[in-house]
């Protein structure tokens, strides 16, 4: 009887442990998503604000405006074709260095990384003195075009380009992580039965990774919809505007209605995100072949006399897309002035002086962003494995819309995004007492 009794009490145990683990983990799930709608719900509120007023409301004059319109293509243009850059640089990337035996891999992953480490605004800065007649580098090798020659990336091609280049980290990752897990029995399996090469890759590798292919394009296409610095840097000055840069022009006239204005503008953005994510979700429910676990190092594919070309092909688009366009940057900082070449009589150390030593709101700035950056990071390490794990565990259905919830605010704009907590949390918080605004 003790044996039993002492296997029932801890049978009981375990019943209550789970249970209040399955509560809490219910509890921090529910916090989340209502964290995460409630920015967007009251930009609701604010949207739909005097509909009474018919075709005189802020939400019609939105829907009425040609502008709109304009900028509502201009995002799916610039986005789409961001998003088909960024599948073909982080595919290429992802296949090469995960399946083959490409040299330097280590040093490969992280170069390719770094883009998206740097922020928007830096990635156009750097690529802006990279082209044009005022390049200081181009200058400094004689290349530079004529003066009064236009700027060839004050296009919409041209912010698609930095789109693409800025989001091809995330179909890496997203690649990658299903080839990691691609079973290497499998492969192995198709070629002692004699199948080829490009077999192997056409009946096996594509489609069983198809899920990471289109989970990157969707976090790729999101990503760039929802992106303020390049648009904004290389769309103002050619009066291209994106429905995030009209947000902000709005935002610059300061006439009456103009939140009601950005409100509806935003749900323009939130209506494409979460399109976007119903057909990834719809897309990866049609795949036939799922990924479990993780099943080891992948298989290698020998690369034989082309090793070398591979990898000089890899480390040469990286050299483009992100050695030359720093470097410009880098020089610039060492002219007196734009349009000035570097040379011996020209290099300064002025600019770095101002900035670094004379000015001590640089270096506020330095630990304000290294404490805010820091500690979202940390607190957002802390609640993504508890929520995976309890995501994972939610019926099919429930877990689209979950998902959904949660990924609405990383598509509007940090503008947006800002106002609309402005709105939500400028007042103490109840109970608490706790302003959180201007923290």
């Known amino acids: 009887m003790t044996p039993a009794l002492i296997f029932d009490n801890k049978t009981g145990n375990d019943n209550k442990y789970g249970s209040q683990h399955r509560w809490l983990l219910s509890s921090l799930l529910i916090g989340i998503v209502l964290l995460s709608l409630a920015p967007s719900l009251r930009l609701l509120m604010e949207a739909l604000s005097d509909l009474s007023q018919g075709s005189q409301s802020p939400l019609w004059k939105v829907l009425n405006s040609a502008s709109t319109w304009r900028a509502?293509?201009?995002?799916?243009?610039?986005?789409?074709?961001?998003?088909l850059i960024a599948l073909l640089l982080g595919s290429l990337f992802a296949f090469a260095i995960t399946l083959t035996n490409v040299r330097g891999k280590a040093w490969l992953v992280f170069c390719f990384m770094l883009p998206m480490m740097i922020p928007p605004q830096v990635t156009a800065l750097s690529w802006l003195q990279l082209f044009g007649p005022a390049s200081p580098l181009l200058k400094?090798?004689?290349m530079a075009p004529p003066l009064g020659s236009p700027q060839p990336l004050y296009s919409a091609e041209g912010i698609a380009l930095l789109l693409g280049i800025q989001s091809?980290?995330?179909?890496?990752?997203?690649?990658?992580?299903?080839?990691?897990?691609?079973p290497r029995e499998l492969i192995e399996a198709a070629r002692i039965s004699g199948a080829k090469q490009t077999q192997v890759w056409g009946h096996i590798i594509l489609p069983v990774t198809r899920s990471g292919l289109i989970a990157g394009g969707a976090m790729a296409f999101i990503s760039s919809l929802g992106n303020f610095g390049i648009p904004a840097m290389l769309g103002i000055p050619a009066g291209y505007y994106v429905l995030p840069?009209?947000?902000y022009q709005r935002m610059a006239n300061f006439g009456t209605g103009v939140l009601a204005e950005m409100a509806a503008l935003s749900l323009l953005i939130g209506v494409l995100a979460l399109a976007g994510v119903a057909l990834q979700q719809h897309l990866m429910g049609r795949s036939r072949f799922g990924l479990g676990g993780h099943s080891g190092r992948c298989h290698d594919f020998t690369l034989g006399r082309w090793r070398s070309l591979v990898t000089a092909t890899l480390v040469g688009?990286?050299?483009i897309i992100l050695v030359a366009p720093l470097l410009a940057l880098m020089i610039s900082s060492l002219v007196?002035?734009?349009?000035?070449?570097l040379n011996a009589e020209t290099a300064t150390l002025g600019a770095y002086v101002e900035v670094m030593g004379r000015q001590g709101a640089t270096w506020r700035a330095v630990n304000n962003s290294l404490w805010l950056a820091g500690s979202a990071a940390l607190v957002l390490m802390l609640l993504s494995l508890p929520l995976a794990y309890r995501l994972q565990r939610l019926p099919e259905r429930?877990?689209?819309?979950?998902?959904?919830?949660?990924?609405?605010p990383y598509a509007l704009p940090g503008v947006v995004l800002a106002i609309a907590c402005i709105?939500?949390?400028?007042?103490?918080?109840?109970?608490i007492n706790i302003a959180l605004y201007g923290t």
């Open 72 to 83: 509502l293509w201009h995002s799916l243009y610039t986005s789409g074709l961001g998003m």
């Open 140 to 142: 400094s090798i004689g």
């Open 168 to 182: 091809a980290p995330l179909v890496f990752l997203a690649l990658r992580t299903s080839l990691l897990s691609l």
């Open 245 to 247: 840069t009209l947000i």
């Open 317 to 319: 688009i990286l050299l």
């Open 336 to 341: 007196p002035a734009m349009g000035v070449p």
């Open 398 to 408: 429930w877990r689209g819309v979950v998902l959904s919830a949660i990924e609405i």
């Open 423 to 431: 709105l939500l949390f400028v007042r103490p918080l109840p109970i």
